[in-house]
């Protein structure tokens, strides 16, 4: 697995164990590899293909319930920019889909 010297990670508990977070796809860029992320209080967090644990990109669609980290900072993101979301993996109720081709609805 790499490691990301340059990601300042956020949401531990007083462990420093990963406090993860749950969420949504809102929105896929396949041609960029990346997309948005809606957490459960609403806030949304953007992802990168590098970010991925335990799944492929192209299993991912919008609507797919994630589990997901945060990291503060990254090499290259610009001030007011969204957080970014790292480890991300489906969540236990989601389906891995092919070509990020949209879950109907009767998944979502």
Do not use: C, W, Y
Request: no cysteine.
């Amino acid at each position: 697995m790499a490691t990301f010297p340059e990601l300042i990670m956020l949401g531990t508990n007083r462990d420093g164990r990963r406090q993860d977070m749950r969420g949504v796809i809102v929105r896929i860029d396949p041609d960029g590899k990346f997309g948005f992320i809606q957490s459960e209080d609403g806030r949304e967090f953007f992802f990168h293909l590098t970010g991925l644990s335990g799944v492929e990109f192209d299993q991912l669609a919008v609507g797919s319930e994630v589990d997901f980290s945060i990291a503060e900072k990254h090499v290259g993101d610009e001030p007011g920019e969204n957080p970014r979301a790292v480890h991300v993996q489906l969540g236990q109720a989601s389906v891995p889909v092919v070509a990020n081709e949209p879950l109907p609805p009767e998944k979502l």
